[in-house]
């Protein structure tokens, strides 16, 4: 979805969930694993082609909307995860992804609002007024719901 989009000339944003729970992009004995040991509750790596952010943070720290805030300016903000915190929040659109019909019914009792399903799992043959499309075998087709419903206004 990311590249489709991005070819139509949308700004992109991706934010995933890790929930590994001792996870770190540091690497010990770094320079910036020793700032961060040191104190320092944020590194910043520049690099020629990229620069990456690390701020150390707390569980209780951690909001969708200070995530969302970092993404301020593209047209498109996709998340994998975060499911605690995006699930009922009406203002994020979900395409979910299943791989049977047990999980479409949980997500349809779980996440509001659904703007579409994609997966293995056609959800066609339950003639919900969702659309389906899968992602990766026609990623136009889901861009174009994407486009219709929120880029196009």
């Known amino acids: 979805m990311i590249q489709e989009l991005a070819r139509r000339g949308y700004k992109i944003a991706a934010i ?15 320079d910036t694993w020793k700032f961060a040991q040191a104190g320092a509750k944020t590194i910043i790596i520049a690099a020629t082609n990229e620069t990456a952010t690390i701020e150390k943070t707390t569980p209780k720290n951690l909001s969708l909307e200070a995530l969302l805030k970092k993404c301020k300016g593209n047209h498109v903000v996709f998340i994998e995860g975060l499911k605690k915190l995006t699930a009922t929040k009406k203002n994020v659109p979900k395409i979910v992804t299943t791989k049977s019909m047990k999980e479409t019914t949980n997500a349809l009792k779980t996440f509001k609002p659904i703007l579409a399903f994609s997966g293995p799992y056609n959800t066609q043959t339950l003639n919900l007024k969702i659309p389906y499309a899968n992602a990766l075998k026609n990623p136009e087709k889901l861009a174009n719901i994407i486009e219709k419903k929120l880029l196009k206004k």
């Open 16 to 30: 995933k969930h890790i929930s590994e729970p001792n996870f770190t992009i540091d690497t010990p004995e770094k």
